[in-house]
C-alpha cells in the first residue's frame, strides 16, 4: 500500500518570499510523484512530476521539487512567490505493484499556500 | 480543445434522491477516473475506468456505480444519495492507465446533499 503525507495543511507567506511545501510518502516499491496545483473553483493540474533520473525536477511557474528516496521525501519549493500562486497543493503518488495497480494516484491532504502582499 | 468536461456544475439532492454526473473528455484517452474530495481528505478514487468497456472499483466506491458509455464519456451514478455523499466530484483523464501518465482533470460538481 502506498500514502503521502503532507506535514503543513496552511502555508502562509508574504510576496517574494521562498516557500517550501512538505511531502512525505511510503510505498514498497518503486514509485512516480507528482506535485498538482488547484486554483480556487478550479480542477487540478499538474505542476511537476519525478518519473527517474535527476532527483531535481523543475516545473512550471518558476516551482521545483527535489526527490530524496532516503528520506522519502518530495518537497515542492520557490524562491519567491506571487499573490498569484495562492492556491492548494497536492502531492500525489503512483507505484507499481504489479496486478491492476495501473496508473492510481494516492493524494496527500492537500496544503494551502496563501501570499500576502 | 475543451479537455475535460463535466455537468452539472453544482447540484442539491434530498437524501434518497438519484442522479448521474458526466463527464467527457476530447483528447482521445483511453483511461478514466472519479474522484471525491472533501475538506483535509485529499482526492480519494471512487472509480476507474482504464480502457472503453472496462471499470474498475477505487478507495471508496460504496453507493456508486459507473458507466463507460463510449471511450469519451464516463459517468458516475448516485443511486440513492446520503448526506455522507456532500462532496465536491472531479473527472479525471489519462492516456493510458499507467503509473506515470499525468491525469487531466475537469472542474469538478459540487454536490450538496440535504
Known amino acids: 500500500a502506498q500514502s503521502v503525507t503532507q506535514l503543513d495543511s496552511q502555508v502562509p507567506v508574504f510576496e517574494e518570499a521562498p516557500v517550501e511545501l512538505r511531502c512525505n510518502y511510503s510505498?514498497?516499491?518503486?514509485?512516480?510523484l507528482f506535485w498538482y496545483v488547484q486554483y480556487p473553483n478550479q480542477g487540478l493540474q499538474l505542476l511537476l512530476k519525478?518519473?527517474?533520473?535527476?532527483?531535481l525536477v523543475k516545473g512550471i511557474n518558476g516551482f521545483e521539487a527535489e526527490f530524496n528516496k532516503s528520506q522519502t521525501s518530495f518537497h515542492l519549493r520557490k524562491p519567491s512567490v506571487h499573490i498569484s500562486d495562492t492556491a492548494e497543493y497536492f502531492c500525489a503518488v503512483s507505484s507499481h505493484a504489479g496486478g491492476t495497480s495501473y496508473g492510481k494516484l494516492t493524494f496527500g491532504q492537500g496544503t494551502i499556500l496563501t501570499v500576502h502582499p | 480543445n475543451a479537455g475535460v468536461t463535466q455537468t452539472p456544475k453544482f447540484q442539491v439532492l434530498k437524501t434518497g434522491q438519484s442522479m448521474t454526473l458526466q463527464c467527457a473528455q476530447d483528447m482521445n484517452h483511453n483511461s478514466m477516473y472519479w474522484y471525491r474530495q472533501d475538506p483535509g481528505m485529499g482526492l480519494r478514487l471512487i472509480y476507474y475506468?482504464?480502457?472503453?468497456?472496462?471499470?474498475d472499483k477505487g478507495e471508496v466506491p460504496n453507493g456508486y456505480n459507473v458507466s463507460r458509455l463510449n471511450k469519451r464519456e464516463f459517468s458516475l451514478r448516485l443511486e440513492s444519495a446520503a448526506p455522507s455523499q456532500t462532496s465536491v466530484y472531479f473527472c479525471?483523464?489519462?492516456?493510458?492507465?499507467?503509473?506515470?501518465?499525468?491525469?487531466?482533470f475537469g472542474p469538478g460538481t459540487r454536490l450538496t446533499v440535504l
Open positions: 475506468s482504464a480502457s472503453e468497456g472496462t471499470t
Open positions: 479525471a483523464s489519462s492516456e493510458q492507465a499507467l503509473w506515470a501518465n499525468e491525469q487531466f
Open positions: 519525478y518519473l527517474s533520473g535527476s532527483t
Open positions: 510505498s514498497s516499491v518503486s514509485v512516480y
